[in-house]
């Protein structure tokens, strides 16, 4: 792993114990996480097509808004009928 053993993870353990206090380095590494999954979802590409998934995500929602437009005009012209 890089050439760190166990001696020098110790040394950086306690480093970063005696730097940010034991209070604040569940924080930095939820922080750290959080970076690491979203740089992940930023570079997330299908090699297949060289497409990013988010744009078949974001088509799929602009299809899911468009069948609730119709749906709702189809609700409105229900209503119209029954008023009548």
């Known amino acids: 792993m ?9 040394v950086i353990a306690i480093l970063l114990v005696l730097l940010f ?7 930095l590494m939820k922080g750290l996480g959080s970076g690491i999954k979203e740089f ?17 995500e974001q088509r799929n929602l602009e ?4 069948r609730l437009r119709l749906e709702r005009e189809q609700l409105q012209r229900e ?3 029954l008023n009548r």
């Open 2 to 10: 890089f050439g760190i053993g166990t001696p020098e993870l110790i």
């Open 21 to 27: 206090g034991a209070k604040k380095i569940p924080d």
């Open 40 to 56: 992940k979802k930023a570079s997330n590409i299908d090699h297949d097509d060289g497409k990013d998934h988010g744009d078949n």
């Open 63 to 66: 299809r899911e808004r468009e």
């Open 79 to 81: 209503r119209e009928q």
